[in-house]
């Protein structure tokens, strides 16, 4: 199996040792990836701190064009690239070609983006003090961006913490999560093929334990971080005076009010809740149902449930894969039998094989169970009865979290209340948390994270706004 180089300054490089990447699924080795050494890593931070001001500079159409060049190849690429994603991630195949497609779209988006990122005039001649004054104001990039990126979107996410950072004119250093790398440094590939500088993009697979280096460095102002809520957190402790951005997950709720079309609801919840073997910071995990329709919509559920295909991520069929590794499937296991011990009932699943978890159905949880309070990140869903919409509302709002949520109602009234009252970053109605467009804004609130992603929402969070004033002008 060839050796795949990383990125160095966007050139191919290789280090003096390398790490396999297997399938979860069958354990087979899907690549060998180069470690970048200590110098090297050096070499790419001091290569990405000496070109952020050609950067900055570079103008719009050649940001734009980069861009567009890298969402036309990974289209063409796009059968290659998703195996790759299935392979290293364990994601079924179905769902892999979904995270390519929606890559394609980022970095068009971008590029579409980039067009549009022009400075805005203000005429400051509203008080007489003002008079003959103009305001021009740009968006200005802090400087480098160092990116680290999860394991469960391993091509789509690292897209959105590239793309705008390309856009706006800021060099990137990925650091891809150590279990997924593979995705990243194809992407690599791709944009290596573009006229960006020499510098603008570095790719560096290091363990976990050598990103403090990284973190710290004052050539890197910005850190832009998904991953888990310690991790995070952990981050801005160690580096209060940089810009961070961190998108740290959630237990998402779904409610289903009286109101609502069951059927639609159980079809969308039972999917969501286990796509991506629930390994999604908005996976369905708590469907707060109202009582008029609870024994009803549970029925439903269970059975939409059931009828999902769990099996071989290379299956055209298979819905539910495995996760990440078996590790991750003992710790849901584990969970479950917590859940289980302290009362709840096993309405579906509860078992686990290797590192597939049966899709699971759980009822009359205690408030206090992990299952309830912590993010499962994976394909476990929680069942929460409730007596009408205050209450439905009050239980979304009692966890930590505030990602996103889902209200299934058909009544407008209901909807904008949900939108009022909801203490989290998205609200989608008619339909699960798990729905997210990739040009919109998606970010949380509490410990959900800080900062938005979403095309021009990132665009917005790379940059501080620099006013220049003209003075003395015939207006």
Request: hydrophobic share 45%; with cysteine.
């Amino acid at each position: 199996m060839p050796l795949r180089p990383f990125w160095l300054a966007g050139r191919p490089a290789t280090g003096e040792t390398e790490l396999t990447v297997t399938n979860s699924h069958d354990g087979r080795v899907v690549g060998v990836h180069a470690v970048p050494t200590p110098d090297q890593v050096e070499e790419a931070v001091a290569a990405a701190h000496a070109v952020r001001k050609q950067a900055a500079a570079l103008p719009l159409h050649v940001r734009a064009e980069a861009l567009a060049h890298v969402s036309r190849r990974i289209a063409e690429r796009a059968d290659e690239i998703a195996r790759v994603i299935s392979g290293e991630n364990g994601k079924p195949i179905f769902w892999a070609r979904g995270e390519v497609g929606r890559a394609v779209a980022t970095f068009r988006f971008a590029a579409e983006e980039t067009r549009r990122f022009s400075g805005d005039v203000q005429r400051l001649d509203t008080e007489p003090a003002a008079q003959g004054r103009l305001a021009y104001v740009t968006r200005v990039p802090y400087g480098p961006v160092l990116a680290i990126t999860p394991f469960n979107f391993p091509l789509n996410l690292v897209a959105h913490k590239v793309a705008p950072a390309i856009a706006v004119g800021a060099p990137v250093i990925v650091k891809p999560a150590p279990a997924t790398p593979l995705s990243a440094l194809l992407l690599g590939e791709i944009l290596a093929e573009t006229d960006l500088p020499e510098g603008m993009f570095s790719i560096l697979p290091v363990p976990n334990d050598r990103a403090g280096s990284l973190v710290e460095d004052p050539r890197l102002p910005v850190v832009s971080f998904t991953g888990s809520g310690p991790v995070g957190y952990a981050i801005i402790d160690r580096v209060p005076r940089k810009h961070v951005t961190l998108e740290l997950g959630g237990n998402a709720a779904a409610v289903v009010l009286a109101d609502a079309d069951l059927d639609w609801a159980a079809g969308r919840v039972a999917l969501f809740s286990n796509y991506q073997a629930g390994q999604s910071c908005i996976a369905v995990q708590r469907v707060i149902v109202e009582d008029a329709v609870a024994d009803a919509f549970t029925d439903k559920l269970v059975a939409a449930v059931g009828g999902l295909v769990t099996g071989d991520p290379e299956d055209e069929k298979t819905q539910v894969g495995p996760l990440v590794s078996v590790q991750a499937a003992e710790r849901v296991e584990a969970w479950v039998a917590e859940a289980v011990d302290a009362g709840a009932k096993v309405l579906a699943g509860g078992t686990r094989d290797g590192a597939t978890v049966a899709p699971t159905v759980l009822a009359d949880v205690p408030a206090g169970a992990k299952v309830i309070a912590e993010e499962v990140f994976g394909p476990v869903l929680v069942i929460q009865r409730v007596s009408g919409v205050d209450e439905a509302f009050a239980t979304v709002n009692d966890s930590r979290y505030g990602l996103q949520a889902g209200v299934f109602t058909r009544s407008l009234d209901t909807a904008f209340r949900a939108n009022r009252e909801l203490e989290v970053g998205g609200v989608i109605i008619g339909d699960v948390p798990s729905y997210r467009a990739d040009q919109m804004p998606y970010g949380g609130v509490k410990e959900s994270g800080i900062g938005r992603e979403g095309l021009r929402s990132a665009m917005a969070d790379l940059t501080y706004e620099k006013v220049m004033v003209i003075t003395g002008l015939s207006l």
